[in-house]
């Protein structure tokens, strides 16, 4: 620990509010407690629940830190009591209970997984975030198997992207919604049918072919009585995000008589036992996909880490396509 410094450069909420509640802050150097790594971070990924914490929406877990950043990758530089899965100079990139804004955070030692062969750290630090979220709740948790039916919505961002790929890689007939010819085209690229909601009706493109046999879902609010109607016989339906609203009038009388599952989860609150496990899932099941070249990264733009505010406005625009990224120190 000798040399590393006391103190950090990070990106801290001064309040709650706009992009430009973010600030240029100097901080003191995490250390490790038990189990924990210490991570000297060269880039650190930016997603939708950091907009949300900025916003004073998503508060960080007892025990976290409050600066904002759930995704980062780097150099191990330290190690707290009992860490045996790492040692020092290992490049990891790791799931982060907070703090990824910064040039060093801390996470549990099973919440990180080796830089997958062949990725950069600015490749891998956009991938911890979206594989947690989506191996979770797609595979683990909704069952996705070979020659199903799975639609996900906003399938350009980084999530999206992310589990159209994964859908495809299992062997699913993968739908996408996307808002405009390029997000679409990108969605096609990765072997979705993209479905422009703009112009046209995801319930009527997903009936025509049987329903979904399982829908991902983002968006919440009016998509809700249509995600039911868009579900086959059986199906399920898995939230992650209410971005248009939590509430909806729902005829549950649906549910009952089609035999519909509707279930959801958040990952940041989960223990750190159920990381571990979904990390273990990754490194077993997804990693040797992204090894291959069958998931791979999309990244939309990178941002200085002293920019990080340039990277909320592009996050809030939603005209990106992939991941938004910060770099910290660069490989």
């Given at each position: 620990?000798?040399?590393?410094p006391?103190a ?8 709650p ?11 003191p ?5 038990n189990?924990?790594?210490l ?32 995704e980062?990758?780097g ?7 009992g ?13 982060l209970p ?31 975030e979206?594989?947690f ?65 703009r ?80 990390a273990?899932?990754?490194r ?30 592009r ?17």
């Open positions: 620990m000798s040399m590393i006391d950090m450069n990070a990106i801290e909420i001064a309040e509010g706009g992009p430009q509640a973010l600030r240029p802050a100097r901080r150097v995490p250390v490790p407690a189990d924990q790594i991570i000297r971070i060269a880039y650190a990924g930016v997603n939708r629940p950091d907009v949300l914490q900025r916003q004073g929406a998503y508060r960080a877990p007892p025990g976290a830190s409050d600066l904002p950043g759930l980062a990758a150099e191990v530089v330290g190690l707290g009591a860490v045996t899965r790492w040692r020092k100079g290992d490049r990891v990139t790791a799931l907070g703090g990824g804004y910064a040039e060093y955070a801390v996470c549990h030692q099973d919440h990180a997984l080796p830089v997958p062969q062949g990725l950069t750290l600015q490749q891998a630090a956009c991938l911890p979206t594989a979220t989506v191996w979770s709740t797609v595979v683990m948790r909704g069952g996705l198997r070979a020659g199903e039916r799975f639609l996900v919505h906003g399938g350009s961002s980084g999530i999206g992207t992310m589990a159209i790929q994964i859908a495809h890689s299992l062997g699913a007939r993968v739908f996408a919604t996307a808002g405009s010819p390029e997000k679409c085209a990108a969605c096609a690229e990765l072997g979705a049918t993209a479905i422009n909601y112009d046209q009706d995801f319930v009527a493109a997903l009936t025509e072919q049987g329903g979904a046999d399982l829908i991902l879902d983002m968006v919440g609010g009016s998509y809700i009585p249509r995600n039911i109607k868009a579900l086959a016989d059986d199906g399920r339906l898995v939230f992650i995000a209410f971005l248009d609203g939590a509430k909806a009038e729902l005829n549950f009388a649906q549910i009952m008589l089609r035999r519909l599952t509707v279930t959801g989860a958040t990952l940041r609150p989960q223990s750190d036992l159920a990381k571990a496990a979904i273990a899932e990754l077993d099941r997804l990693w040797p996909k992204v090894e291959s070249g069958a998931v791979r990264v999309l990244i939309d733009s990178e941002f200085a880490l002293t920019d990080a505010a340039q990277a909320h406005r996050m809030e625009s939603s005209e990106h396509i992939g991941k938004i990224v910060l770099r910290v120190a660069g490989d």
